[in-house]
Nanobody, 124 residues
Framework: QVQLVESGGGLVQTGDSLRLSCAAS????????MAWFRQAPGKDRDFVSA????????YYADSVKGRFAISRDNAKNTVYLQMNSLKPEDTAVYYC?????????????????WGQGTQVTVSS
């Protein structure tokens, strides 16, 4: 069992940066593959980025490539999402997710544990 708590969201302007954090409790965090998803009002939950348990593989949605960076600190049981050059279309609730299985990292159904989400709002 893993509990996930996101933080770091807020209201920013276009071009600003934010760093989201996801703190995990429970055992064996370092064995979980982690990801960030986001959901805007009235839309599906979309994949943003993922990182493997060993940190050697990362994935990004095309819409955030070159602007966002995912990382993890297994000693602190935390995964991060550095978001730069934010745009109004990045506005959404951002969710952290964890899974042990190996599969398509971009699919929400592949993940077993979810945080409660943190709101990111980018004004134009």
């Amino acid at each position: 069992q893993v509990q996930l708590v996101e933080s770091g969201g807020g209201l920013v302007q276009t071009g600003d940066s934010l760093r989201l954090s996801c703190a995990a409790s429970g055992r064996a965090f370092s064995s979980y593959n982690m990801a960030w998803f986001r959901q805007a009002p009235g839309k599906d939950r979309d994949f943003v980025s993922a990182i493997s348990w060993s940190e050697d593989t990362t994935y990004y949605a095309d819409s955030v490539k070159g602007r966002f960076a995912i990382s993890r600190d297994n000693a602190k049981n935390t995964v991060y999402l550095q978001m730069n050059s934010l745009k109004p279309e990045d506005t959404a609730v951002y969710y952290c997710a964890a899974r042990r299985r190996v599969g398509d990292a971009t699919l929400p159904d592949e993940y077993d544990y979810w945080g409660q989400g943190t709101q990111v709002t980018v004004s134009s």
